[in-house]
């Protein structure tokens, strides 16, 4: 029952912190920019805000699911007999973001 709690407060506080830093955000953007209406500025500074969030949480979520050093040390000492060891790169892991691929034109 103290998890669900904790769950629930977690998800209600945490939409109210971002909409409370982007309205700051967005009062202080109307102030710089009077041209700007308050509601835009907030809203401008909420897509900001959350895009900010995610691109963290995005970069976090690599550094923590990378292989640590320690971990490392211990594959290239068992691999060592069969062929050296690369690093495999960062960028690697992240999805594909390219173009997509083109379909092929349809001939008539």
Known sequence: MA?????LV???VAPLL???LATAEGLLLHW????????IAVLIALAATLATVYFA?????IALTAPSASESEDEEEE???????ESPSL????PHLGRSRRRPRKTR
């Not at 998890?3 to 769950?7: A, E, N, P, R, S």
């Not at 710089?32 to 509601?39: G, K, Q």
């Not at 691999?79 to 060891?85: I, L, S, T």
Request: hydrophobic share 60%; net charge negative.
């Open 32 to 39: 710089l920019i009077p041209s700007i209406d308050v509601p």
């Open 91 to 94: 960028y690697a892991k992240l």
């Open 10 to 12: 977690v998800l209600a």
């Open 79 to 85: 691999d060592d007999e069969d062929a050296p060891a």
């Open 18 to 20: 971002l909409v409370g």
């Open 57 to 61: 949480l995005q970069i976090l979520r």
């Open 3 to 7: 998890l669900l709690l904790v769950v």
